[in-house]
């Protein structure tokens, strides 16, 4: 009988902040696909994103480590962070192929991540290194794409980092954030027009 193989999933974005919607999702990947682990990994700078900068990076980290506390399964880290811009996700994938080469490797995206797929940097490659887990809402529309297989996961939630970025302390952010993002949120006064 084969040995069943740890199924590692990777996520990752900015983080900017990190949000329920992001741990729900990365929650129902991990039970609805049978994952043993999900890495969360907050970016430098996105390829796709290359206008702002985002909040410093200490912060962000600390932000996805407060988040994920409490979930056995998930964990934090700091490879791209530490990686010169962009942030190539075949090169995240490739660090992780090495650190777990006998594991089957996922990477976890939304649809409109999963629609520019063909234009992100040495794809062919990326898709050789991982299998996708593509999370959609019920108006999102997939391409599908014959050389790229994915697993797709329907499902909604209403957070958005833009909004919280925008209204750190309105009742929706409060909602949508981990109290104690909220907490390091207000304490190190991220996101207002007064910052430490």
């Given at each position: 009988?084969?040995?069943?193989?740890?199924?590692?999933?990777?996520?990752?974005?900015?983080?900017?902040?990190?949000?329920?919607?992001?741990?729900?999702?990365?929650?129902?990947?991990?039970?609805?696909?049978?994952?043993?682990?999900?890495?969360?990994?907050?970016?430098?700078?996105?390829?796709?994103?290359?206008?702002?900068?985002?909040?410093?990076?200490?912060?962000?980290?600390?932000?996805?480590?407060l988040?994920?506390?409490?979930?056995?399964?998930?964990?934090?880290?700091?490879?791209?962070?530490?990686?010169?811009p962009?942030?190539?996700?075949?090169?995240?994938?490739?660090?992780?192929?090495?650190?777990?080469?006998?594991?089957?490797?996922?990477?976890?995206?939304?649809?409109?991540?999963?629609?520019?797929?063909?234009?992100?940097?040495?794809?062919?490659?990326?898709?050789?290194?991982?299998?996708?887990?593509?999370?959609?809402?019920?108006?999102?529309?997939?391409?599908?794409?014959?050389?790229?297989?994915?697993?797709?996961?329907?499902?909604?939630?209403?957070?958005?980092?833009?909004?919280?970025?925008?209204?750190?302390?309105?009742?929706?952010?409060?909602?949508?954030l981990?109290?104690?993002?909220?907490?390091?949120?207000?304490?190190?006064?991220?996101?207002?027009?007064?910052?430490?």
């Amino acid at each position: 009988m084969p040995v069943q193989k740890t199924k590692i999933c990777l996520i990752g974005g900015t983080f900017d902040p990190i949000h329920l919607g992001h741990t729900y999702i990365a929650a129902e990947a991990k039970r609805r696909c049978s994952l043993d682990k999900v890495i969360f990994l907050p970016c430098k700078q996105s390829p796709h994103k290359m206008g702002g900068s985002p909040t410093a990076d200490a912060h962000r980290l600390a932000m996805c480590q407060l988040a994920t506390q409490g979930f056995e399964w998930a964990e934090v880290d700091d490879f791209d962070l530490c990686s010169p811009p962009p942030s190539y996700s075949w090169r995240t994938a490739e660090h992780f192929k090495t650190l777990y080469p006998t594991a089957e490797l996922y990477w976890l995206m939304g649809t409109d991540q999963w629609n520019s797929l063909p234009r992100w940097n040495k794809t062919d490659h990326f898709a050789s290194l991982v299998k996708f887990i593509v999370y959609t809402r019920n108006q999102d529309k997939p391409q599908e794409y014959e050389q790229y297989q994915c697993t797709l996961l329907q499902g909604i939630h209403p957070a958005s980092a833009t909004a919280i970025r925008n209204h750190p302390k309105s009742a929706s952010s409060v909602a949508w954030l981990n109290p104690a993002v909220q907490q390091y949120i207000l304490k190190n006064k991220l996101y207002s027009a007064d910052p430490p």
